[in-house]
Structure formats: C-alpha cells, structure tokens
C-alpha cells in the first residue's frame, strides 16, 4: 500500500508524512524532495530556470514512477501535484490518498515564515497572501477532494493528525 498526503502548501504533508513513517515503519517519500535529487537542485532553481511548466512534467513522471513501485510507503506530494496533468487520478489508482485540509488562515500563518522558501508565495506581499491562498485553493479543491479521505487538521497537532490517518488505514 502507497499512502498518498495531499494538500496545499504548509498543511504539514511532509512533516506528518514523517511522523507516520516512524509509527508505522513505512519508508517515507518526499516527491519534492525526489525531484530535487534527480535534477540536482532546488526547486526555486527549476522554476527560475526552466519555468513552472517544465517542472510539472518532471513532476509527473517522478510521480509516476514512484506510484508504480509495489513496496509500500507513504508519499508526500507536492501541493500543487494533484492539480496537474491527470495526476489526481494516477493518485488515487495507486494509493490510499489522504487531503490534509487546514484553513486560509492556518496556512498564511505558517507560510508567511517560510515565503522565501516558497517559490510560488515568495513575490507575493504578505498582505496579499491571504486573497492568493484562498484563490488557490478554491482553484485546486476540485482535485483535493477527490482524496478517498479528508483530514481536518486546524488546531490538532502533527501528532493528532497522524493518530488520525492511521486509525482510517487497512492493517498492513
């Protein structure tokens, strides 16, 4: 079983995905994270470099790979992952997908920290980041919600939300 975390920017996929790895014993995968690997770079420097687009197509054939392994693990994907190409479908074909769903409000005060490591938020006047987040996500909702599961995860610790997931999961 691959299990899939999906949701905006700063809900805490790749910290849960952590957490639920040390909990579960399942390898934990980072797709950004693989990305940068194999291009031997950041991904600031792809979208600098070669343009949003020519990341997605990376995007998706990492993705790809990655989902037709047969070991089981958890995937943390990239927050615009699911909106690109027919990768929500590719998604939930091969995993169990889980949308980790927090708030505008959750997310612009836990992005506002990070803009520079962001390249997508990083231009973006904090006191516009607000109206760009809830814009985004009402653009990438169609995709999120087609999770075979749905976590609220406002006021729960990163803790709280693993011992959520894991109670929806098959036994392995």
């Not at 934990?28 to 693989?34: A, G, I, N, S």
């Not at 074909?93 to 836990?110: E, F, G, I, K, N």
């Not at 006191?127 to 169609?142: M, T």
Request: net charge positive.
């Amino acid at each position: 079983m691959i299990l899939s975390l999906l949701g905006y920017m700063g809900c805490g996929k790749s910290h849960i995905a952590k957490i639920l790895s040390q909990k579960t014993n399942l390898k934990c995968v980072d797709l950004d994270k693989e990305i940068i690997f194999q291009q031997n770079r950041p991904i600031s420097e792809i979208f600098a470099q070669k343009g949003e687009l020519y990341f997605r197509k990376i995007e998706r054939k990492t993705l790809e790979n990655l989902l037709n392994q047969e070991e089981n693990f958890i995937l943390s994907l990239g927050g615009g992952t699911p909106a690109y190409y027919d990768n929500m479908a590719l998604i939930t074909r091969h995993s169990v997908s889980v949308y980790l769903q927090a708030s505008v409000p959750t997310l612009v005060s836990r992005l506002e920290k990070q803009k520079a490591k962001r390249p997508l938020i990083a231009q973006i006047p904090t006191e516009d980041l607000p109206e760009f987040i809830a814009k985004h996500l009402f653009e990438r909702a169609p995709y999120y919600n087609q999770a075979l599961y749905k976590i609220a995860t406002d006021g729960k610790t990163p803790e709280t939300v693993a011992e959520e997931i894991i109670r929806l999961l098959p036994p392995h």
